[in-house]
């Protein structure tokens, strides 16, 4: 069974620019996570995403944003980028909202210059 | 201020010995723990957890503990090999309830087993 996949998996944007960055869930998984790891803050929870509806969010400001589709793929975006955005983005997913173990694609290596 | 604490940021083992990393925490809210094993350039991948309720979860040769009392979890890795090598993560889930779900990680140990 295929993993989750994250696409890209680098991107290089400039200040200001926005991005979207893509997760496919493992297949027959519905919840899709967001993770920021960064080398000073460490992994931070961004956002959850279960059946087209967001669940949860972390405490990030307004310019990052996600969405849910009908097939559990999930999209990030990040609005007016800054430098301090350079991370790695991860997606996670679970099968249900009741299962209690995520599992996480390779991530998206994003740097802002 | 970090909910989930891993003290030592590195480890340095040798192979065929126990490797134990360490995690506190001390949201009493969370009520279900995970490690996660991670190499460079790739995701965190799922070792172990244990619910709140046990106390002691075994799997081949990792084995993770849990002292409720002391918000305290252990992993022990018997024995340690070269491959295992690599920044473990202990992660904690909160339950707020209606299916929500966040982990709260901590900041890593990095595992050095030498052969």
């Known amino acids: 069974k295929a993993g989750v996949t994250q696409t890209p998996r680098y991107l290089i944007k400039t200040r200001g620019q926005q991005v979207t960055l893509s997760c496919s869930p493992i297949?027959?998984?519905?919840?899709v996570s967001w993770y920021q790891q960064t080398p000073g803050q460490g992994l931070q929870f961004l956002f959850e995403?279960?059946?087209?509806?967001?669940?949860n969010k972390g405490n990030f400001p307004g310019r990052f944003s996600g969405r849910q589709f009908s097939n559990s793929r999930s999209e990030m975006n990040v609005s007016t980028l800054e430098l301090g955005d350079s991370a790695l983005y991860l997606c996670?997913?679970?099968?249900?909202?009741?299962?209690?173990?995520?599992?996480f694609g390779p991530g998206t290596r994003l740097t802002v210059l | 201020d970090q909910q989930v604490k891993q003290n030592s940021p590195s480890l340095s083992v040798q192979e065929g010995r126990i490797s134990i990393l360490n995690c506190d925490y001390t949201?009493?809210?969370?009520?279900?723990f995970l490690w996660y094993k991670k190499y460079p350039a790739e995701g965190p991948t799922f070792l172990i957890s244990?619910?709140?309720?046990?106390d002691k979860n075994e799997d081949g040769r990792f084995t993770v503990f849990l002292n409720k009392s002391a918000k305290h979890l252990s992993l022990h890795i018997v024995p340690s090999q070269p491959g295992d090598s690599a920044v473990y993560f202990c992660?904690?889930?909160?339950?707020?309830?209606?299916?929500?779900?966040?982990?709260?990680f901590g900041k890593g140990t990095k595992l050095s087993v030498i052969p």
């Open positions: 996670a997913s679970r099968r249900t909202d009741r299962t209690d173990t995520q599992y």
């Open positions: 297949s027959g998984h519905r919840s």
């Open positions: 949201n009493s809210m969370f009520d279900y």
């Open positions: 244990i619910s709140s309720i046990k």
């Open positions: 995403y279960f059946s087209e509806t967001q669940r």
């Open positions: 992660a904690a889930r909160s339950n707020s309830g209606a299916g929500s779900y966040q982990l709260t």
